[in-house]
């Protein structure tokens, strides 16, 4: 199977209906896509690497769905409607069954958010896949990290650790076979890391109802709220009690409980601001969504990130943010 043939027979397909963006896909030099008049493109891009990102043996229908899935995360972020994607893969072989399984997960997602595949590049090398996402956005809607400001809530959706727990039961890990039974992951926390679910209907219901910044929560909460409290020349209260707790992790020794809950890295959850004033308005676009949404802290204009015990109280916390270069 040549190069050709392989893109033909794994990730050639007729458009899906409603993907009215695309003008052009896979076949030519360029794809084409044509956005909404007068809005502007949102672009993103995620590398997922062997042996960094998953591991070898890792289903290939599930990292299909999570390649796709971190980057649609990332359009949730922003409050942009996906348009396409691109892949870029690097394969030390072809083998059929390995990409038909890769394709089923990429299009499954692909299609639930009408987001289709218009183009890429095949190459042969390190297994390495690179997807970029394509979407839009009204001028003046994007939820940008620098636009957070004294005196908004902050909000969580869904709930963050599971994943964490996960990989470290994966890494064999001591606390999480502890709690998590050392016979087998569970399906349930395994799908939080090997299939995440991107928060778009709730990133887009959010761009309308008045929310100011938004990240998705990929390398960790701490960290990742640091990017908004720095991008924004703000500072933070947050209230650990306040945050949703994963039946899973209810069992684990407090201090682990905090690293997988605030420090854990891959939830793809949503964290973003909105003034008080918005708050009915991020309810109603949190049931619109049907993505449950947690008003976790609040915003100050003195700089630094400080977390308060059910009693107001600082918490000195040790949790650090994934940091691939620390
Ligand atoms: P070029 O040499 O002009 O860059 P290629 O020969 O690499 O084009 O690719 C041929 C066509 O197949 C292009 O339209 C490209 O976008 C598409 N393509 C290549 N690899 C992939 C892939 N992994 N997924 C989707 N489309 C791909
Ligand atoms: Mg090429």
Redesign the pocket.
């Known amino acids: 199977m040549g190069?050709?043939e392989?893109?033909r027979r794994?990730?050639?397909r007729p458009l899906p209906a409603g993907s009215s963006a695309v003008v052009l896909?896979?076949?030519?030099?360029?794809?084409l896509l044509q956005p909404s008049p007068g809005h502007q493109l949102a672009i993103s891009s995620d590398m997922l690497v062997e042996g960094r990102h998953f591991f070898a043996d890792v289903d290939p229908e599930a990292l299909g769905h999570k390649a796709l899935a971190v980057n649609l995360s990332d359009l949730a972020a922003m409050g942009a409607r996906p348009l396409g994607f691109?892949?870029?893969?690097a394969l030390p072989q072809a083998d059929n069954d390995w990409l038909a399984g890769l394709a089923r997960g990429l299009f499954a997602l692909a299609d639930a958010h009408a987001c289709p595949?218009?183009?890429?590049?095949?190459?042969r090398g390190p297994l390495n896949l690179c997807v970029t996402v394509f979407g839009e956005v009204a001028p003046g809607q994007a939820l940008r990290r620098d636009a957070a400001r004294a005196g908004d809530d902050v909000y969580l959706s869904g709930r963050t650790g599971e994943a964490r727990l996960a990989l470290e039961h994966l890494r064999g890990t001591g606390w999480a076979l502890a709690a998590t039974g050392a016979a087998g992951l569970n399906a349930e926390l395994r799908a939080r890391l090997e299939r995440p679910t991107p928060r778009n209907a709730l990133g887009r219901a959010l761009a309308g109802a008045g929310a100011h910044a938004a990240i998705d929560l990929s390398d960790g909460l701490v960290g990742d709220l640091g990017h908004i409290l720095l991008a924004s020349g703000v500072g933070a209260e947050m209230r650990v009690h306040d945050m949703p707790l994963a039946p899973a992790l209810r069992e684990l020794p407090l201090a682990q409980r905090l690293e997988c809950l605030l420090a854990g890295g891959d939830d793809y959850e949503l964290l973003f601001t909105a003034p008080p004033d918005a708050r009915a308005r991020i309810e109603a676009a949190s049931v619109r969504s049907a993505t449950p949404v947690a008003r976790v802290g609040h915003i100050t204009a003195a700089p630094g990130l400080r977390w308060l015990d059910a009693d107001g109280r600082d918490m000195p916390l040790a949790a650090r943010s994934f940091d691939h270069f620390a």
């Open positions: 190069e050709f392989l893109i794994h990730f050639q896909g896979i076949g030519d030099d360029c794809a691109t892949l870029a893969l595949l218009v183009g890429g590049d095949t190459t």
